[in-house]
């Protein structure tokens, strides 16, 4: 039998049986067969829960209700997330990442300014001596761009992604816990100029949204390299697994986005719409703001749709051929023949629109399912620009069943925000034209911000640099300041194409 053993927490065994009596309180704690004694101060354990109570308060205070802590809290979430279905040995590694500050940065992103030379914030507020004086800036000899990153030098960067993604400035973003449910799916279409693809993917990154880059098949070597290095930094970037060889107006334009779509599809399950990108595109709003419109849809598909004289029937009714005209063409061209083509199949009425837009995941699940919508795209083989009938036409004939498509109307009259482009003859354009489009320049952005399409199409990086530098800024800054004005959605609330079902 084990003896039963009496502890003192003051050296004063003596006293044990006068404690009530001088002041300390008796405890009698069953352990096992013994019975153990254990004395305690009365003011000593009143101090400690005191002081324990002050603390636990404090915590509290500063977890629910400062910004700052809110931001703090976030950050946290976004951890979890990153351990979420990881093994026990990749979550220590996870785990100890983080104490090495290697996944995320100490320091939250902030508002900064990013380009010294022009001042950013008078050009957005569209100041005329302002815009001025950056485009004279941007004409002088000597004039460097931001960036300015060859593709061979991608290829060096990303051989160190942790580096990559500090300097690139990946790394600070913080997801609300909307964005962390609403992942959106995006291809980003490229040929040259890997920097404006990733300049574009990096505002629109965060951990949870994922990109397919479809890189041209006749692209250069370094492109591709430079494409696959990004994509190998990280675990939601990915190159396509099937590359089509690009012909202006042909069908493989068409068919880059339905394989970066077939892709994404058995990613995963968790994206909820997919945007189409050519890397000349850019983000007027920011991911936050890009999931509460996309929240409103809920579910319905933005594409655009002309009939009448704007459908230039010409481009389907003819068949229209590849062909090589010159000994030094490189690529074919695609060239008109008077043969007459058969109807469409499924008897639908054909719609054009644009190549672009926003497609809930329910429509491209069905596209890619549907025999009907497989007919369609077979049809669309020698269309001229087939992907500027071939999303209109399924969206518009709703007898298909397509998903996503709640307007009934004139699809000429329908709203179409997915982007924004300025055509010549029709709207401003203080940059250039070039075939009939506008390439912006800093005289246009005061304008472009005001809008309420999610992209505005198009930048080039050699023409007007700043342009697009300042709307990285302007955008940044709005990613930065987790208070900044929300999105006004009373607009978009009240858009007739949107799903008003409740989602139950
Ligand atoms: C971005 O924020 C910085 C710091 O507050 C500010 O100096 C700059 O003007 C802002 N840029 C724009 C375009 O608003
Ligand atoms: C890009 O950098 C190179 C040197 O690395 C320079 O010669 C060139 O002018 C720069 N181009 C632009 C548009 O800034
Ligand atoms: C084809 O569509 C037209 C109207 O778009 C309709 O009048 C006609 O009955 C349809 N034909 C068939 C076979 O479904
Ligand atoms: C939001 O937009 C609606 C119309 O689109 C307008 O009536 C309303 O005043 C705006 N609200 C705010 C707070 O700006």
Redesign the pocket.
Known sequence: MLKSKTYFVRQKPDRSLECNKFGYKCFRLHTGSGLQRIWFRRRTLALVLLVCLVLCMSIRLSTNNQPASMLYQRWFENLRHLSANKSPTETRQIERDIENDKRFPKILRTARQRVFDVNCAAVLRGDLKEIKRGRTIMDKD?????G?I?DISYIKLTKDCDKFKENRDYRNYILSATEKEFPVAYSILLYKEVEQAERLMRALYTPRNLFCLHVDMDAPPEVHQAAQGIADCFPNVFVVSRKEYMVYAGFTRLQADINCMQDLMQRNKDWKYFINLPSQQFPIKTNREIVQILRTYNGANDIEGLTGNSRLDHRFKFRYVYKRVAKDQIKPKIYKTNNQRADPPANVTMVKGSAYGVFSRAFVEWMLQSKTARELLDWMRDVYSPDEFYWATLQYNQNLGTPGSHYSGKPDNKPWLAVHAAWGGVDPCKGKYVRDVCVFGLGDLSALVQKRHLFVNKFY??YQ?RALECLEEWLHNRTAEPAHQPVNLTYYRQLHFINTDRVS
């Open positions: 000597g004039f460097v761009r931001g300015n060859s990086l050699d640099p």
